[in-house]
């Protein structure tokens, strides 16, 4: 089994107090297994159910154990890019702090890392019901049209990344379109990806956000922003190519 130099894993949680003391368990059980030197970073994008509470005295038993708290909701990609900008090793992956995944796959991934400095997960099989797998395509559609970005599962919550490597990388989105963001403007600087079937399973504690209306409108906005801001970019050096 390969294991990596050194791995941050972070989890960007939003009011998943039932669920934390099971992956920070299941993470300290698996990360050594896959890296020699690790971290495990809680991002609480302003939960109200005592999550830092928890993560807290987790810390005090392991200080591998970090917390990054925002002081109020921000959104699923502010919480992302502050898992990245937290992250201190060689390696960085996430996955939601809903449980859908096991580390246990992890694995299968860091296998990837002599070719590829990008690794992400795609779920075989999504367990969360026919509305989210309707609308995932959807964006999916609307991702590629406007960016050709043809990633098989663009929003897996499941990805390793070379750490230097993502933090050169300028993020502004703050909601859901994040990860499509990422994988974009890793795709401009060439890199290559590696994309590795992953099991899914079905949240056991709290509430799921992402479908919520908000939350796809924000994601869609944000994308037809940036496509228009790159747009706007390409024409302006055009207008001084030409001279005008």
């Known amino acids: ?3 990596l130099s050194s791995l941050s894993v972070f989890f960007p949680c939003y009011n998943e107090a039932a669920n934390i003391p099971l992956f920070v368990t299941e993470a ?8 020699r030197k690790f971290e495990i970073i809680v991002v609480d994008d302003g939960s109200t159910d005592g999550s830092a509470k928890l993560v807290r005295t987790w810390h005090q038993k392991d200080r591998r154990i970090r917390l990054m708290k925002h002081s109020k909701n921000r959104g699923y990609g502010a919480a992302l890019r502050t898992g990245f900008a937290a992250a201190k090793h060689d390696w960085v992956f996430f996955t939601d702090g809903d449980l859908q995944f096991r580390l246990a796959q992890l694995s ?3 296998a990837q890392t002599d070719k590829y400095q990008v690794v992400i997960g795609y779920r075989k099989h999504r367990a969360d019901g026919g509305i989210r797998v309707f609308n995932a395509k959807l964006f999916k559609l609307y991702i590629d049209i406007l960016f050709r970005l043809q990633v098989r599962d663009i929003d897996c919550a499941f990805k390793l990344l070379k750490t230097d490597l993502v933090q050169q990388i300028p993020l502004e989105s703050t909601g859901a379109f994040l990860s499509a963001e990422l994988l974009y403007k890793l795709k401009k600087r060439g890199l290559k990806f590696s994309q590795i079937p992953v099991d899914h399973e079905l949240r056991r504690f709290g509430t799921p956000t992402g479908n919520h209306p908000k939350v796809v409108i ?3 906005w944000e994308a037809l ?3 228009l801001h790159m747009k706007w970019q390409q024409c302006q050096v055009l207008i001084q190519q030409l001279g005008l």
Request: charged share 30%; glycine share 4%.
């Open 218 to 220: 924000k994601a869609g």
């Open 225 to 227: 922003r940036l496509y």
């Open 108 to 110: 299968k991934l860091t």
């Open 1 to 3: 089994m390969t294991k």
């Open 28 to 35: 300290l059980q698996e990360l050594p297994k896959v890296a």
